[in-house]
């Protein structure tokens, strides 16, 4: 079956502080790998995706994640938040050339402590 | 990059009444879009994938008679939420399909969603 794994609901960091969100993934097919973001009331924002190549992928706003296909995994960084960071972030797998769906995981609120 | 918008952004219906929530791609063309509900405080479900030309297909659980999904156009899909009621309050978020020529690379594109709230 496929699916995505947040493991962490809720997670507060000190502002300056390194961040690692935790991301596993369920998928048949090769999977293409997606790190969104949504701000109270907002749309969801695309920081980063990875299909192939290099494993490690970098974002916008200096996030990056490095897929780790031994683990399922899809972790996503940051090696020093800002307050404006807090948000909540959605770790998402969908297919990479056919209409199916993406499926996204329950996503993770984070928090910046000052 | 891609463009899609959602109109309205937020909208304040009474109980009972219908309301249409409209999702434009605005600089390409999408034979496929979809439609996602989000409560407060949890993840996106989908309720429906729209493609052009041809009826809604929804996800299990989903009511197609009464999300009712028209995909008349390669840049507009409407969802309508018919006889309203206080549950179908939600945050109602569209994304639109766009295939790239040279690479057949699938990409979707997210709507900065519509917030409806039902009295």
């Given amino acids: ?114 | 990059g891609a463009v899609v918008s959602q109109h309205p952004s937020r909208v304040i219906c009474k109980s009972g009444t219908s309301v249409k929530i409209e999702c434009r791609s605005l600089d390409f063309q999408a034979t496929t879009m979809f439609w996602y509900r989000q409560f407060p405080k949890q993840s996106l479900m989908l309720m429906a994938t729209s493609n052009e030309g041809s009826k809604a297909t929804y996800e299990q659980g989903v009511e197609k008679d009464k999300f009712l999904i028209n995909h008349a156009s390669l840049t507009l899909s409407t969802l309508t939420v018919t006889s309203a009621h206080p549950e179908d309050s939600s945050f109602y978020i569209c994304s639109a399909r766009a295939i790239h020529p040279g690479t057949g690379r699938s990409e979707q594109y997210f709507g900065p969603g519509t917030r409806l709230t039902v009295t």
Avoid: M
């Fill in chain 1, 1 to 114: 079956a496929q699916s995505v794994t947040q493991p962490d609901i809720h997670i507060t960091v000190s502002e300056g502080a390194s961040l690692e969100l935790r991301c596993n993934y369920s998928y048949g097919a090769t999977p293409y790998l997606f790190w969104y973001v949504q701000s109270p009331g907002q749309g969801l924002q695309l920081l980063l995706k990875y299909f192939s190549g290099d494993t490690l992928v970098q974002g916008i706003k200096g996030f990056e994640a490095e897929f780790k296909r031994s683990q399922s995994s899809f972790n996503l960084r940051k090696p020093s938040v800002h307050w404006s960071d807090a948000a909540e972030y959605f770790c998402a797998v969908g297919p990479y050339s056919s209409a199916s769906k993406i499926i996204f995981g329950s996503g993770t609120r984070l928090s910046i402590r000052p």
